[in-house]
């Protein structure tokens, strides 16, 4: 079974088997690089990174991979005005031209769904860097790879999802990833700001558990009179957390009512909560942070977010030399994969997803999928909103 070739657009584009072949060979990376070894593994191979978007860690740390194993890296940050898109360019025609040039493309792009397309219309690999508010895949990779190293292992254990859970990409596909390993899922997110319900529809495929509270207080117990009633429960609850997984409220694509209801304070960390939390809980965040992570936390040897991070380049090179062929994973042939079931007739249908990539690119044939146990509900194949009524 070899990867090369392969698109990851989406955390279940790779099989549980798939997602263990890149996170055993970025250990091999991790080792490779404290050794300062030299890589040749990609040795005249091009990267492309195509962001629309800003990036600090993505971006920097695929071209990083790309370098430490021997290839070549062009940059296009701030695509959306560095490139043709300014003049109009679609997303097909953008991926079209640079297959010629590149072996890889790592897309980000503002537009849920938008990499799926791109993946599309592309002969050579696409990453997805992030589309939306969709998904990030590879940031769920060294989430897992990150959880795998401090903790020893993601099946049984609990991971709290904190903060803009409604917006948050990383946390889409990471929710579904925990689930697919067995973790269990608690979720702790303001009002208005919990996982989408297509998230909790794939949690539930997979059989995963998800509890859900709208604040840290409700766990830590100081909260309310009915949670001091039952304190001894809520200590219990605390410790029973392995790692806390922060994120920020992702501002830039809220509403205006949602901008004004925001706030971080019901989620907010600090050395007083850090005090009453397990010593061997980690804290992680995919980062940047805003108000949620207060700096207090960094001294901390639970603060796991920056050793995080670095797990961004062995992740990546692994990623990259599987799907380039530069490595076979030892992997037993593919058992059939549950095709997605498309619904017939429904191309004039519309997603209900305003940002869905569908609604932008004109081109795009709009396509919909039936939910397994909820054969009336039909959602977007790109972006997973329902179809538009
Ligand atoms: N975690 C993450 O995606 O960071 P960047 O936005 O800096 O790439």
Known sequence: MTLAGRDLVSINDFSNAEIEAVLDLA???????????????CRGKELYTVFYEPSTRTRSSFETAMHRLGGNVVSHAEAQVTSSVA?????????????????????????????????????VPVISGGDGAHEHPTQTLVDLYTIGKEKGGIKGKNIALCGDLRHGRTVHSLAIALARFG????????????????????IRAYKGKITEYRSLEEIVGEGSLAVQHQKGFTNLLLESIDVFYFTRLQRERLSSDDSNNASEESYRINRQLLEKSRED?????????????????????????????????????????????AVEPKLEPNPKKDAVKLAKDVSDARCSND????NAERYAVRKFYRVPGK??????????WPLKN
Do not use: W
């Open 87 to 123: 003049k109009g360019e679609t997303i097909s025609d953008t991926v079209r031209v640079l297959e010629k040039f590149a072996d890889i493309i790592v897309m980000r792009h503002h537009l849920d769904g938008s990499t799926r397309l791109a993946a599309e219309y592309c002969d």
């Open 375 to 384: 054969a009336q509900l039909l959602r977007c194949y790109y972006c997973d």
């Open 27 to 41: 250990d091999e990376m991790n080792l490779a690089l404290k050794e300062k070894k030299v890589l040749d593994l």
């Open 281 to 325: 809980a980690i804290i992680m965040h995919p980062l940047p942070r805003t108000n949620e992570l207060a700096y207090e936390v960094d001294k901390d040897k639970r603060a796991a977010y920056f050793r995080q991070a670095g797990y961004g380049v062995p992740v990546r090179m692994a990623l990259i030399a599987l799907l380039l062929g």
């Open 183 to 202: 973790a269990q899922v608690t979720c702790i997110a303001p009002n208005g700001f919990g996982l989408p319900d297509h998230i909790h529809d794939a």
């Open 355 to 358: 940002r869905c990539v569908t």
